[in-house]
């Protein structure tokens, strides 16, 4: 271990409560004075669980300590980014070592280069690329890319999909199929909301249908190419192939939003996993080892549409910072083909044991796992879009989730989060979980 992490422990350790409150509580005040509901982003806030909101202090492995020193066995994995999980000495090492080296400079570093290499190595698809500084600013990105690529307005998205919080993707689908958008948040434009059409994941009919009502206007169908902001949902065999065939036929550009998915499901992303083709990716969370980083890449003549190539303008103060860079290069050189094997073995594990305490418990529940993504449904049968997703029992995973809490395993605050299984779970936790769960899941039958 580093004396970094060492160092760190030290200072959460007898932390005194203040005034009868809890030291948690106490920062939770100060917090809710300062950020809208205690929170930087609102999942955090623990609503959909009504469970106050954690104040978390440290992590390290598979574990985090709260403010009060209880230990969790955590799943939430900053959702999605750790998947070598907390504090992994060869990332704090590779992290420590860039900030001595100063920067960002303004300027392009050898450490930008050496992570682009390795994505360009592992999705061929990429031959070039931009680092931006979060998922939102490479979805945003590469849908100006798609749109001046192809002259093309509308964009198709899937209900249910998440693309960060682009003014133009947070749209939810009217009544029918293949429906121009509505705003889904205050502030975003009906002008905006209508360039979006929504349809139902893994519903290549009704792809189809939109490529009909619209033939030569959409620019872009931009996918997650296993949903995992719904609940894990995976692509239906055959759809994403179909997504390639219908866009390839009208001159439109498929984008594989792999924010989530890229080096989690496999080295490759989707792109390997399931060997299809699009025509431009984005990336996020696992390449920057648990600093903010968003990438979009894909084939150089499209790439080359960027300034100061091309004329699409998009640029970043902190693009490509030394720090991200660091820590992103050191966690995808941990990523190597036996820890992806180590991850399906210690996932799988997991899912099992989650299935067989539901069958204990004699509670109806659906595991959706691909790799080391894995959802709980409250619902009976696997959902395969987000209206299924929906139709889970939402009280009963709330009530799961508390019971979970209290027993020290950490599971994301919401039906439709993926759990996020790490390298350094082993089956120690994997273990503290199933047993936790076969109680929680005797406690929350309702
Ligand atoms: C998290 C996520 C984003 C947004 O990334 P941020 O870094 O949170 O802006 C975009 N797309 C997908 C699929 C995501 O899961």
Redesign the pocket.
Known sequence: MTPTVARRRETVIGDPTVDGQSVSAAWRERALARFPGGVNSPVRAYRAVDGEPLIIVRGEGPLVWDADGTEYVDYVGA??PLICGHAHPAVVVAVEAAARDGGPFGATTPREVELAERIAAAMPVIERLRFVS??????MSVLRLARAATGRDLVLKFEG?????VDGLLVEAGSGLATLGLPASAGVTVAQAVETIVVPYNDLAAVERAFDDHRGRIAAVIV?PVA??VGVIPPAPGFLEGLRRVTRADGALLVF????TGFRIARGGAVERFGVEPDLV?L??VIGGGL?I?AYGGRAELLDLVAPVGPVYQAGTLAGHPLAMAAGIATLDLLMPAAYRELERTAAALEAGLRAAAAEAGVGVAVNRVGSLLTVFFRARPPADATGAKASDTAAFARFHRAMRAAGILVPPSQFEAWFVSLAHTDTEIARTVAAAREALRACRG
């Open positions: 959702f999605g979060s998922g939102t600013e490479a979805t999909g998440y693309h960060g919080h997650e995992a902001n939003d792999e924010v989530i984005t996020g969370k903010p968003g």
